[in-house]
């Protein structure tokens, strides 16, 4: 095309262009907000794409530091009076723009698709900006997206310089125009994808898709137009039902149960420079009986079981209207009440016989952090916030998704080398440094006493070497989970009984409450915490009652 140059030829002219933007001239009315009409310009960023290089990789960068107030995609009123919608009125349907910029935002999404580009939202802004609205740019295309307070702020700043980092530890590894293909055997149907990706009207074999859809449905092959080392994609199966009793969901012929059957992933793409790479993927299973539990629980995962239940309940969340925080969390302890009736080992009425499979031990807790988390549960945070926390989930990897359900906790002192130590209050101690990484934030807790010595600045004194080598040990650990993930986290560093400690305590068991019996004794320079919710104990003790009852 004839408007694009090589970046070498028009350095002058970009940074001239950037060095020259100024505020708009024109003030917002009193009691209005800025005028911003964000639908617009994201859909003629889109047009100008597809109209000069249509069908080549290409990428949007949208940044957004307000809601729209005018033309499409509009997400609120100019009229400072009218808030932002909220989840109330999400669910009540008050929410009279969100309808109309969603399908609006659609539109552009199926046309960026169509053109294998993609969108890259940076939204900072204290109030929220339309993501909940436009997120389906950023979904279907697998554009990235960073949420941050200001664009002064370090999360933004940090995160855009990374998306140019194409060498080194740092480099995201971005790859584009991908097209993602599963290869099924008989009897096995394809439910959908959930991930950063958009469905292609493709379907290889007749009879290989599943008639409910879970995700990205109706398929064989997705769409990836642009993707990363991280890229993660969850697919989901059915098993179609060809013998065995009536009812009896999955169950297969005796004369089948000693077949194998196959698996394959096929994924293409192309890379930074150019190169063209296929890379094919193919695992086989051997069918059994459903009552034989203990060869099926052999080949039970439970970190990717908890990232699929995740990305399941949240799909379901989002696409769902009456699937809101409560039936969620009563889905979510259904399923699991199953499972440990399948799997468990207990005498009926007998809550103290109960034992689950060693492949399923620490699956309940991963499912009480799901069912606490941020996922879940949308009080105090906006429809902008929740779109961008599952947004998140839905393509990063197994590792990075239990982070994100169950955040690892790391202890510092002087008793020895760190050590990780259980998520829940009693493992705070006035004397002990805590580093929790729940994905999106690290925070670096220190124990009251610690926080003492700090303010008295015995680290600057020679004789205290030891105690400023504490102090510096969990500052360099969460340094280095910062410069290895994108986005950026916040990082958050507190003291005990001081105000940003909330982002430790909301995270921990709660096994330490207000209503505890002696909890205000405060034990080893321990803490509690002031909630209703029940603690992983009592989940536990609910989940036996209720799973030898049948």
């Known amino acids: 095309s004839r408007f694009l140059v090589p970046l070498s030829e028009c350095e002058f002219q970009l940074s001239a262009v950037l060095e020259d933007l100024a505020r708009d001239s024109f003030p917002a009315l009193p009691d209005c907000r800025p005028a911003r009409c964000t639908g617009t310009a994201i859909a003629v960023a889109a047009t100008l794409l597809s109209s000069?290089?249509?069908?080549?990789?290409?990428?949007?960068?949208?940044?957004?530091?307000?809601?729209?107030?005018?033309?499409?995609?509009?997400?609120?009123?100019?009229?400072?009076?009218?808030a932002m919608r909220s989840h109330k009125d999400i669910a009540k349907d008050a929410a009279p723009f969100m309808r109309k910029a969603m399908k609006w935002y659609e539109a552009v999404a199926t046309q960026l698709c169509t053109n294998a580009h993609c969108l890259d939202?940076?939204?900072?802004?204290?109030?929220?900006?339309?993501?909940?609205?436009m997120k389906v740019c950023a979904e279907k295309?697998?554009?990235?997206?960073?949420?941050?307070?200001?664009?002064?702020?370090?999360?933004?700043?940090?995160?855009?310089?990374?998306?140019?980092?194409?060498?080194?530890?740092?480099?995201?590894?971005?790859?584009?125009?991908?097209?993602?293909?599963?290869?099924?055997?008989?009897?096995?149907?394809?439910?959908?994808?959930?991930?950063?990706?958009?469905?292609?009207?493709?379907?290889?074999?007749?009879?290989?898709?599943?008639?409910?859809?879970?995700?990205?449905?109706?398929?064989?092959?997705?769409?990836?137009?642009?993707?990363?080392?991280?890229?993660?994609?969850?697919?989901?199966?059915?098993?179609?039902?060809?013998?065995?009793?009536?009812?009896?969901a999955g169950a297969v012929p005796a004369a089948q149960q000693q077949q194998q059957f196959f698996l394959q992933f096929v994924t293409m793409a192309t890379l930074a420079n150019g190169e063209t790479r296929l890379r094919v993927t193919t695992t086989t299973r051997r069918w059994t009986e459903g009552a034989n539990v203990n060869e099926i629980a052999a080949g039970f995962d439970q970190e990717a079981g908890a990232t699929l239940i995740a990305r399941q309940l949240t799909w379901k969340m989002e696409t769902e209207d009456e699937f809101d925080g409560p039936a969620a969390t009563r889905w979510l302890d259904r399923s699991l009440i199953r499972l440990c009736q399948r799997f468990g080992d207990y005498r009926k009425d007998d809550a103290a016989s109960f034992q689950l499979m060693p492949q399923f031990s620490i699956y309940p807790q991963f499912l009480f952090n799901l069912r606490r988390s941020q996922f879940v549960q949308v009080f105090n945070n906006s429809p902008d916030e929740t779109a961008y926390y599952r947004m998140i989930l839905w393509r990063q990897n197994v590792l990075n998704s239990l982070v994100?359900?169950?955040?690892?906790?790391?202890?510092?002192?002087?008793?020895?080398?760190?050590?990780?130590?259980?998520?829940?209050?009693?493992?705070?101690?006035?004397?002990?440094?805590?580093?929790?990484?729940?994905?999106f934030s690290v925070v670096i807790f220190h124990g009251v006493t610690i926080a003492q010595w700090r303010k008295a600045n015995y680290q600057d004194q020679p004789e205290h070497a030891a105690f400023a080598q504490l102090l510096a040990a969990p500052k360099a650990d969460a340094r280095q989970?910062?410069?290895?993930?994108?986005?950026?986290?916040?990082?958050?560093?507190?003291?005990?009984?001081?105000?940003?400690?909330?982002?430790?305590?909301?995270?921990?068991?709660?096994?330490?409450?207000?209503?505890?019996?002696?909890?205000?004794g405060g034990v080893g320079g321990s803490d509690i915490i002031f909630t209703d919710d029940v603690s992983l104990q009592v989940f536990m003790d609910h989940l036996k009652r209720l799973a030898v009852q049948m």
């Open 52 to 82: 000069s290089v249509a069908g080549q990789p290409a990428r949007a960068l949208l940044f957004v530091g307000g809601a729209a107030t005018d033309g499409g995609g509009q997400v609120v009123g100019k009229d400072l009076e009218q």
């Open 121 to 133: 939202i940076f939204a900072c802004s204290l109030d929220q900006v339309g993501l909940a609205e």
């Open 141 to 248: 295309t697998g554009g990235m997206v960073v949420l941050a307070e200001s664009f002064a702020n370090t999360v933004f700043k940090t995160s855009f310089a990374r998306i140019f980092s194409y060498e080194g530890d740092n480099a995201l590894g971005v790859s584009s125009g991908g097209v993602f293909e599963v290869i099924t055997s008989r009897d096995v149907k394809v439910a959908g994808c959930v991930g950063p990706c958009a469905a292609l009207d493709k379907k290889l074999l007749p009879g290989a898709v599943a008639d409910t859809a879970i995700g990205s449905g109706g398929t064989t092959a997705w769409k990836l137009c642009s993707l990363c080392n991280d890229t993660s994609l969850a697919v989901f199966f059915e098993v179609t039902n060809t013998g065995g009793k009536e009812g009896s």
């Open 404 to 439: 994100m359900i169950q955040p690892t906790l790391m202890a510092y002192s002087f008793n020895g080398p760190p050590e990780p130590v259980l998520l829940d209050v009693c493992s705070i101690a006035a004397d002990r440094i805590l580093v929790l990484d729940a994905y």
């Open 481 to 520: 989970i910062l410069g290895k993930r994108f986005p950026v986290p916040r990082l958050v560093d507190c003291d005990q009984h001081g105000s940003q400690a909330r982002f430790l305590l909301a995270k921990l068991n709660p096994s330490a409450t207000y209503n505890t019996n002696g909890a205000m």
